[in-house]
C-alpha cells in the first residue's frame, strides 16, 4: 500500500521560506514519479515540480523557477520543497504525489502535466502579511 506523508507547512510573511517534506513508502514499480503539486482555492490542482526514478531532470512549474529547489533523499524515502522568496499567490494546499510508470523517458514532466496515481493528504502553505 502506498502512502505519502507531508509535513512542513504553515504561514510565513512575504518573502519567507518554508520546507515541505514527503516521506513515501509502499511502492515497488521500478519507474516512478514523484513530486509535489498545489491546489489554492476555486482552482484546479497544479504540478510545481516533480523528478522520476530514471534520470536527474526535476521539472519545474514556470511560476515557480528560481525560487523552489526539489531534492530527495534515497537512504530516508524522503522528497522535499524548500520553498523561497514566497509569494502570497503561492498559498495553497501542496500534495505530494506518485505516478507510477513502465517506463522512464519524460516521466517527471509528463507526471507533473498530468497528475499521480497516488497521493498525500496534503499540507497547508498560506503566505501572507
Known amino acids: 500500500q502506498v502512502q505519502l506523508v507531508e509535513s512542513g507547512g504553515g504561514s510565513v510573511q512575504p518573502g519567507g521560506s518554508l520546507r515541505l517534506s514527503c516521506a513515501a513508502s509502499g511502492f515497488t514499480s521500478d519507474y516512478y514519479a514523484i513530486g509535489w503539486f498545489r491546489q489554492a482555492p476555486g482552482k484546479p490542482r497544479e504540478g510545481v515540480s516533480c523528478i522520476s526514478s530514471s534520470d536527474d531532470y526535476t521539472y519545474y512549474a514556470d511560476s515557480v523557477k528560481g525560487r523552489f529547489t526539489f531534492s530527495r533523499d534515497n537512504a530516508k524515502n524522503t522528497v522535499y520543497l524548500q520553498m523561497d522568496s514566497l509569494r502570497p499567490e503561492d498559498t495553497a494546499v501542496y500534495y505530494c504525489?506518485?505516478?507510477?510508470?513502465?517506463?522512464?523517458?519524460?516521466?517527471?514532466?509528463?507526471?507533473?502535466?498530468?497528475?499521480?496515481?497516488?497521493w498525500g493528504k496534503g499540507t497547508l502553505v498560506t503566505v501572507s502579511s
Open positions: 504525489g506518485i505516478r507510477q510508470a513502465t517506463s522512464g523517458r519524460g516521466l517527471a514532466t509528463y507526471a507533473c502535466k498530468v497528475g499521480m496515481h497516488y
